[in-house]
């Protein structure tokens, strides 16, 4: 498998090209913020043919550049449909401090031409690769995440699966809901319910930050922590992420 991510924009969101290789089609995961010339630059150099933008939620750090990006190449762009609205209104889902970032810039957003709806559970086929859809509600109320098969190759560590994370979880923290849609308690029931059952050996491809693996959130995140040894929904005054 072929995996390129790089940070982009003011927010530093990780914008990821997955193929099977080079020379063949592939997706994006999340163009946020100036991430048009960097997919250009992979696709370029690894002879790569975008087919999919696949949306791990809809904030403006993650889809700033999906309209763009999936227009060059024709792709489809795949988002939850509890934050497609953020595709055409992306101001309903900011922060303050986001929002003033933007004061003063001339900012329209539209829907690529072609938008694909994901729901919980669903397989999906692209670029001969299949990703596994999970909805993961808390951060927005259409987070989900994408699981990938991922085969190791020789001398390389076993690993079963990939997961685009989004802003469902990072290396040390979990996204932050105290945004329009977003909710504590939901989003422990989300990392309890769909985090916590992974195998140890995921490896998580956040939307911030480094990567990182099931087994060492379980060991050492605080959050996951609190809900392995005590169940509790607390966690209140610890650093959360995002935009």
């Not at 994370?165 to 989003?187: V, Y």
Request: charged fraction near 20%.
């Amino acid at each position: 498998m072929f995996i390129a991510g790089f940070p982009a924009g003011a927010w530093g969101t990780n914008c990821y090209v997955v193929a099977t290789g080079k020379g063949t089609e592939c997706v994006v995961v999340d163009p946020g913020q100036d991430a048009t010339a960097g997919v250009e630059q992979v696709v370029a150099e690894n002879r790569l043919k975008p087919v999919a933008v696949l949306l791990t939620h809809g904030h403006i750090d993650h889809m700033w550049s999906v309209t763009p990006v999936a227009g060059a190449y024709d792709a489809t762009a795949w988002i939850h449909p509890r934050d497609r609205h953020l595709l055409s209104d992306p101001m309903a889902g900011i922060s303050k401090e986001s929002a003033a970032m933007l004061l003063g810039g001339r900012h329209e957003f539209v829907e690529p031409d072609d938008v694909a709806e994901l729901a919980d559970g669903q397989e999906l086929e692209l670029a001969g690769l299949r990703f596994v859809v999970d909805h993961t509600p808390g951060h927005t109320e259409g987070s989900v995440t994408f699981r990938t098969p991922y085969g190791a190759g020789e001398g390389e560590p076993d690993v079963s699966e990939v997961m685009f994370a989004g802003d469902l979880l990072f290396a040390g923290s979990i996204g932050r809901t105290d945004l329009p849609g977003g909710d504590h308690a939901t989003m422990l029931r989300t990392l309890s319910s769909k985090v916590l059952p992974l195998a140890d050996d995921v490896v998580v491809l956040p939307g911030h930050g480094e990567q990182t693996s099931i087994g060492r959130e379980r060991a050492t995140n605080p959050y996951l922590r609190d809900l392995i040894e005590t169940g509790r929904e607390g966690g209140a005054g610890r650093v959360t992420r995002g935009l």
